[in-house]
């Protein structure tokens, strides 16, 4: 059974007009979207923002959005829907704790390979990602940036440009030995006769003791200070190291490069989609627009500085335009 939204301020805040929109019910799914003009990244810089509180202090739930291109029957949406790109905060337990940034390429979801851990507290963040046409990216929270990269290295959206030559062998006089036995090192005469206990020397025959009765007294041993346990000749560093062996990079024949990496067409509707055990997450103040700065100025001006908007939970469009849309 789908959750209910709650259309409010939440609990405690710094306007009690600046409204967003909240689950309401535990142990629920949640769906819900909006729909804005069709658009294309296609040599622009993507900004996706929106601020979310989880006033529960939750256990386990997302707080995360998708983007999604296409046509949908939005009554519809839900779990099974297919995404351009997932976005934001995701807390179960003690293991999960992070950013989820899932792009979808060739009908593929491809996880970001690095970790963005989230906030956890009951206050109000605000998370930006940004995608740009050179295929970098940001993570930003709070405006301030957590995570850079590259498309390339940091999601496993196109086979690797090199991969190990396949054909290539360890020479056979290739040395990855880095230490190996002193030669010079020799045992001491001896050794071998220590003995790994000894007599305590400090004990003493107990004063009642009777030789007749109780046998001849011999005293407890204890551990050898002297004895070193099996001889072992020492290591030394190996003079004809030659490291460890690798094998050579060659450019990987089933690589191609695609200059359009970055590009998500169609996109048509954003919408939130998650699982919460306890309810009480508050979205508000979406920016899908192409000026970092504005999104960083906007932030500044909704969930910094408290100040009114446009739409208690809107969407501010710039391609080129800002369009305020009502869930």
Request: one cysteine or more.
């Amino acid at each position: 059974m789908a959750g209910e939204w709650n259309y409010t301020s939440g609990k405690w805040n710094g306007d009690p007009n600046d409204k967003g929109i909240q689950t309401s019910e535990d142990y629920r799914f949640y769906a819900i979207s909006a729909e804005y003009p069709e658009f294309s990244n296609k040599d622009q810089t993507l900004v996706f923002q929106f601020s979310v509180k989880h006033e529960q202090k939750l256990d386990c739930g997302g707080g995360y959005m998708k983007f999604i291109s296409g046509d949908i029957d939005q009554k519809k949406f839900g779990g099974d829907t297919p995404y351009s790109i997932m976005f934001g905060p995701d807390i179960c337990g003690y293991s999960t704790k992070k950013v989820h940034a899932i792009l979808t390429y060739n009908g593929t979801n491809h996880l970001i390979k690095k970790e963005v851990p989230c906030e956890t507290d009951q206050l109000t963040h605000v998370y930006t990602f940004v995608l740009r046409p050179d295929t970098t990216y940001s993570i930003l929270i709070d405006n301030v940036e957590k995570q850079t990269g590259s498309l390339y290295s940091d999601w496993n959206l196109l086979p690797p440009k090199t991969i190990k030559d396949p054909e290539a062998k360890k020479p056979e006089d290739w040395d990855d030995k880095e230490y190996i036995t002193d030669p010079e090192d020799k045992k001491p005469k001896g050794y071998d006769d220590i003995p790994k206990e000894i007599p305590d020397p400090d004990a003493k025959k107990p004063e009642d003791w009777d030789d007749e009765e109780d046998g001849e007294w011999t005293a407890p041993t204890i551990a050898n200070p002297e004895y070193k346990g099996p001889w072992k000749p020492r290591k030394i560093k190996n003079p004809n190291y030659n490291g460890k062996w690798k094998a050579p990079m060659i450019d990987n024949p089933d690589f191609k490069d695609d200059p359009d990496l970055y590009v998500f067409s169609k996109l048509k509707y954003v919408g939130i989609e998650l699982w919460q055990v306890k309810s009480g997450t508050l979205f508000d103040n979406v920016l899908i627009c192409d000026d970092p700065e504005y999104a960083k100025k906007f932030a500044e001006e909704t969930w910094d500085k408290q100040k009114d908007v446009c739409c208690s939970f809107l969407f501010n469009l710039v391609f080129p335009k800002y369009y305020c849309l009502d869930f």
